[in-house]
């Protein structure tokens, strides 16, 4: 069935910390149709091209369905009283990580994406939030989005709808794959499946073949926690 947008959301350059690092993590809603290209929206902003944007990388997704339970769990934060707040492109109700796999292909207005892979969270999102630990909440709870890639560009809009195409890898969602690198992190036979899974970019999958190699999980506190200061 198709899923209608609650919002389409692009952010310009800003400064989030002392040291005036760049991000275009504060979203705000496009004001009207927008061109996707190969490499994202027209009008969006990446501060770190290096682990931001790019192909693999060009549309964030956040499920509006995560809101209550974060409000639940961080309580009443103003920047959940609307989408945008973990600074995705997309914002819908009714498709969660649980629902969407690698390789699913969408129809979005002019535009075609492919699910390329899931979101892993950055000391930005502590910032963002004003907590020292919400990249790791975020990564803990299974509540990461996830990437598109963009197969055909177009233009799209906040009334357009979702529409998923084809499926060429159902076994594995977002949310399984999420589950191996994070939960169940030494499943040998998973690591093997992942590190074989063509449709996931190179950098998921150097990922499982090194776990496989040396038999240790990477380190995640630079990328949840940032570099120290000095």
């Not at 009283?81 to 690698?102: K, Q």
């Not at 030494?186 to 150097?206: F, H, K, S, T, V």
Request: aromatic fraction near 8%; charged fraction near 30%; glycine fraction near 10%.
């Amino acid at each position: 069935m198709p899923i209608p947008l609650d919002a389409l959301l692009v952010g310009e350059l800003q400064a989030i910390d002392e040291r005036g690092t760049l991000s275009g993590i504060d979203k705000k809603p496009a004001p009207g149709a927008l061109h996707l290209s190969a490499t994202g929206f027209v009008g969006d902003r990446q501060g770190d091209l290096k682990r931001h944007g790019g192909i693999e990388k060009a549309v964030h997704h956040y499920p509006y369905d995560h809101y209550g339970p974060w409000r639940s769990e961080i309580g009443p934060v103003a920047l959940l009283d609307r989408p945008g707040a973990f600074g995705e492109n997309l914002s819908t109700s009714g498709l969660t990580e649980e629902d969407v796999a690698i390789g699913d292909r969408f129809r979005l207005g002019g535009a075609l994406l492919e699910v390329s892979q899931g979101r892993q969270p950055c000391w930005k999102l502590n910032r963002r939030f004003e907590r020292t630990d919400m990249a790791r909440r975020v990564q803990q709870s299974g509540r990461t989005g996830w990437y598109y890639r963009v197969i055909e560009e177009g233009r799209v809009c906040a009334d357009d709808v979702l529409a998923l195409v084809d499926r060429r890898c159902p076994k594995w969602t977002v949310r399984r794959l999420w589950h191996y690198l994070y939960i169940d992190t030494m499943n040998r036979d998973a690591l093997q499946e992942i590190a074989n899974l063509e449709i996931l970019p190179a950098g998921w999958r150097d990922y499982a073949s090194k776990r496989l190699a040396t038999r240790t999980v990477e380190d995640w506190t630079r990328r949840l926690e940032g570099v120290p200061e000095g």
